[in-house]
């Protein structure tokens, strides 16, 4: 599983924090990544991190699998 923490948000500073031409890469992952854990512990809101998932322009049914479906299928939800 990809957890999503950092991954996709500007903490990094300038560099970008996930490649930009390995983001079509995740959409053969999409079930395999979930949604960072390390809140309230981390240095952006939660806002930000959401808001970073929306910016892979991966659409809205990838954005439901990586923030709800994949967790719910791993906890049996």
């Known amino acids: 599983m990809l957890d999503t923490t950092i991954a996709f948000t500007a903490f990094t500073g300038a560099a970008p924090p996930f490649p930009p031409a390995a983001v079509p890469r995740l959409v053969h992952s999409e079930d395999r990544i979930l ?4 809140f309230p ?3 952006h809101s939660y806002a930000h991190a959401l808001r970073a998932l929306e910016q892979t322009g991966l659409g809205t049914a990838w954005l439901r699998a990586v923030c709800h479906d ?8």
């Open 70 to 77: 994949n967790a719910a299928r791993l906890f049996g939800l």
């Open 35 to 38: 949604p960072g854990t390390d």
């Open 41 to 43: 512990n981390i240095p």
